[in-house]
């Protein structure tokens, strides 16, 4: 229900912004040479002669029965196009954000079981310092260092995974590395805090008390506990490597979701764009549920009784 | 040195079992930081069976000796000099983890004070109960520490133990809770029971039923109790013998009944007109003792309550030696007069 109306309400938003920004959308596919004439069709074509009430509706229609209509510029169904391009991003986030866990959660827990000793601080000043990075600035540093000048790595395009596995892998790396390291370092302080928010706790006593070591102890009964507050972050950080992934797809020439968009602005296609930004939102939101749905799990408090 | 369980005489190897091994020895132990010290000269035994309080005010140090016991101090506290329990092969000040996991849980357990927080929120009742089991090894396998943790579950009383085993912490009571915490400690019959405080988050209603649990729970495993509590009548119930603590010193022990009749030391004195709910003084008010328990090491020299007592004179700038005689104890130059 919840999920419908927030569904609901960012599609209006969406339109009411691509609404309001100035430009005929037949001016910019038909050029400035058009005849009154072709603009009048073009518009009726698209329906951008009627009311904004109805073009919303009708755009909302199509999009529940997962029609997300036809480019203003290439007159080709952007429904294909966006599916294609959710595939590539879609790796990309999940490789990020794979990259992600496997640095945060060893480090986060160690920067938390050592916070007094040297290491740990070290290792908290890092992700600081990490976190300051931008992930396009990451990954053309990336570029420059493994793809230019060592030759290890292709510096950037894609190939689906089905058609070459090797090559696909090889071009995924170098992306889900400027995209997971930045997250990773981020996340990583987040699973610092909420070990060490752990350690604090009077369970974690009672399971030395029964005579756990130090470290079975915290693995035991802190880090389930820990990960539920990891897991809230997890959503959010996951928004954000939509975001970036939109920025590390130009870097390294990849035909993502994020490329689509970009050429969407770039070309004035106003539908196009809309519509990515709709998959983008649902995404999010999916995200979101799956995590509520994941809590559930980790706490068996915010289960329901019955 | 004080000993006031083995005799004097006795030859080694005579056996007399109750009275030769301590089920606990502390002695002259000292736990602190570098430059603070937060536990002083602190000395005594634990008879097997016997039942000892341990009462103070807050911040007098008995949750520390408790800790310090457990080898579970902070990171940053050390402690010093010995503690010995019956059938274990080593010191416990100075111990290493691993002896110190065999030991936790299994020949010593504790009951802490916050049911509400001392049990894990995302593991069911009965796991934690079967985990003490399975990790000393008194169960042979997942299913049968599950079956055990039932039962102890059933001897602590809870109703539906096998429910309860299933249940979540947060769908149990705070008394429910604490019966749990006390089956988890009793569960390999340790020698030694540390109780912090067990009942004072309890209900009225609910800590006379707990109480009675940790008596029974002590009585059929004959294990030694040491009970830490401020609350005098709480101590009175439970306890055959009393440590008062202040400042990180013992400064008065003795038999329940002899202490709380005639206290010799002031703080004893205090603590007891302090609890007298019907004794008023002059303006009609209940009885306090003056001032309040100092900050960790800001207590002052010599005797750590002089600058409370209203006994102090020159003399008490010196520590005052814990002075024994018979079953009792106590460190004062100026003793509250026995009544003649």
């Known amino acids: 229900m919840v999920f419908a109306l927030s569904l609901l309400l960012a599609s209006a938003v969406v339109f009411a912004f691509m609404a309001v920004l100035p430009g005929d959308p037949a001016r910019v596919a038909l050029g400035v040479q058009a005849t009154p004439e072709a603009l009048e069709a073009t518009r009726a074509e698209f329906g951008l002669d009627r009311s904004l009430p109805a073009q919303y509706l009708d755009w909302v229609g199509g999009l529940l029965q997962g029609d997300l209509g036809r480019s203003y510029v290439t007159r080709a169904d952007i429904g294909p196009q966006v599916f294609d391009r959710l595939q590539v991003t879609a790796w990309l986030v999940m490789a990020g954000m794979l990259v992600a866990l496997v640095i945060a959660l060893p480090l986060g827990v160690l920067a938390a079981v050592r916070h007094r000793r040297l290491s740990g601080m070290m290792l908290s000043g890092a992700s600081q310092v990490g976190m300051a990075v931008p992930s396009f600035l990451a990954g053309i540093l990336l570029v420059s260092v493994v793809a230019v000048q060592l030759g290890w790595l292709p510096p950037g395009g894609w190939v689906v995974p089905a058609d070459d596995p090797v090559q696909f892998l090889r071009r995924l790396i170098l992306p889900a590395l400027a995209l997971g390291l930045v997250q990773g370092a981020v996340v990583t302080r987040y699973v610092r805090s909420a070990v060490l928010d752990v350690m604090r706790e009077d369970y974690l006593r009672t399971a030395r008390a029964k005579g756990l070591g130090p470290y079975r102890a915290l693995v035991k009964h802190g880090l389930r506990n820990a990960a539920i507050p990891v897991v809230t972050v997890l959503a959010l950080q996951l928004a954000t490597l939509l975001i970036g992934a939109v920025v590390v797809e130009r870097v390294f020439v990849i035909p993502g979701l994020g490329s689509l968009l970009l050429d969407g602005v770039a070309n004035r296609d106003l539908l196009l764009v809309q519509s990515v930004v709709m998959v983008l939102v649902l995404a999010v939101l999916l995200v979101n549920y799956v995590v509520d749905v994941l809590y559930t799990v980790l706490d068996p408090r915010l289960r329901r009784a019955g | ?340």
């Open chain 2, 1 to 340: 040195m004080n000993n006031q369980i083995a005799g004097p005489s006795t030859p080694p190897g005579a056996g007399i079992p109750d009275a030769a091994e301590p089920a606990l020895r502390v002695r002259d132990l000292r736990v602190g930081t570098d430059n603070l010290d937060l536990i002083t000269d602190v000395s005594f035994t634990l008879a097997p069976g016997e039942r000892v309080g341990l009462i103070g005010e807050s911040g007098s140090g008995k949750s520390l000796t408790a800790l310090a016991l457990l080898g579970l101090l902070p990171e940053e506290v050390k402690a010093s000099g010995s503690i010995r329990l019956s059938e274990v092969g080593f010191d416990v000040v100075g111990a290493s983890e691993r002896q110190m996991s065999k030991v936790r849980g299994d020949r010593m357990a504790m009951v802490f004070q916050e049911p509400m927080t001392a049990l894990n929120p995302v593991m069911q009742v009965g796991d934690q109960v079967a985990e003490i089991m399975l990790l000393h090894r008194r169960q042979p396998d997942r299913r049968a520490a599950r079956r055990a943790a039932v039962e102890m579950l059933a001897k602590v009383r809870l109703p539906d133990p096998e429910g309860a085993a299933r249940a979540y912490p947060h769908q149990l009571s705070g008394g429910q809770r604490q019966r749990v915490v006390l089956a988890i400690a009793l569960a390999n019959d340790p020698a030694v029971l540390l109780c912090d405080e067990p009942t004072t988050a309890l209900d009225v209603t609910v800590q006379a039923h707990m109480l009675d649990l940790i008596l029974t729970g002590v009585a059929e495993r004959d294990s030694a109790l040491l009970f830490i509590t401020h609350d005098l009548a709480v101590v009175a119930t439970v306890c055959e013998r009393v440590l008062v603590m202040y400042g990180g010193r013992i400064v008065e022990s003795g038999p329940i009944d002899e202490v709380f009749t005639r206290p010799r030391h002031p703080y004893t004195r205090g603590l007891l007109d302090a609890s007298d709910m019907d004794a008023v003084d002059g303006r009609g008010r209940l009885h306090t003792i003056p001032g309040t328990v100092p900050a960790a090491g800001r207590f002052p020299d010599g005797c750590v309550f002089r600058n409370r007592c209203a006994h102090a004179t020159q003399q008490c700038v010196q520590v005052p030696p814990l002075e024994h005689k018979g079953a009792r104890a106590h460190a004062c130059w100026h003793p509250v007069e026995e009544p003649t």
